[in-house]
């Protein structure tokens, strides 16, 4: 897989005889040719199976998720008026009397 992308004629449906032309990015060809040299099958039998399982998850419905809630603690009482008042809270922050 020389160049970044690899050209592929893939049987997509055996049954009708459909041939289409794909266009993989490099890290994608490299992927298939690891599984395909791993599982001792052909580059068609590889693309195949990886486009039917990945397709598959794709059309999964995806499960709702519980909202993420902030837990409030209690911080005792305010010591500035107004947090928005830099001066003010630097002042707190250096222990200065704040006028």
């Known amino acids: 897989m ?3 992308h690899q050209f592929l004629d893939a ?3 055996e049954a009708s005889g459909v041939r289409t032309t794909l266009t993989l990015d490099a ?3 490299a992927l298939l040719e690891k599984v395909q040299v791993n599982h001792n099958k052909t580059f068609k039998e590889t693309v195949n199976s990886a ?3 990945g397709l598959l998850k794709m059309i999964e419905p995806v499960e709702a998720r519980r909202p993420f809630r902030t837990r409030i603690l209690p911080t005792g009482p305010r010591t500035v008026a107004d947090i928005a ?3 003010e809270v630097l002042s ?3 222990r200065e009397d704040y006028k």
């Open 51 to 53: 486009l039917r399982l």
């Open 92 to 94: 707190l922050i250096e």
């Open 11 to 13: 049987l997509m449906h």
């Open 27 to 29: 890290d994608v060809a």
């Open 85 to 87: 008042n830099t001066a």
């Open 2 to 4: 020389t160049s970044r």
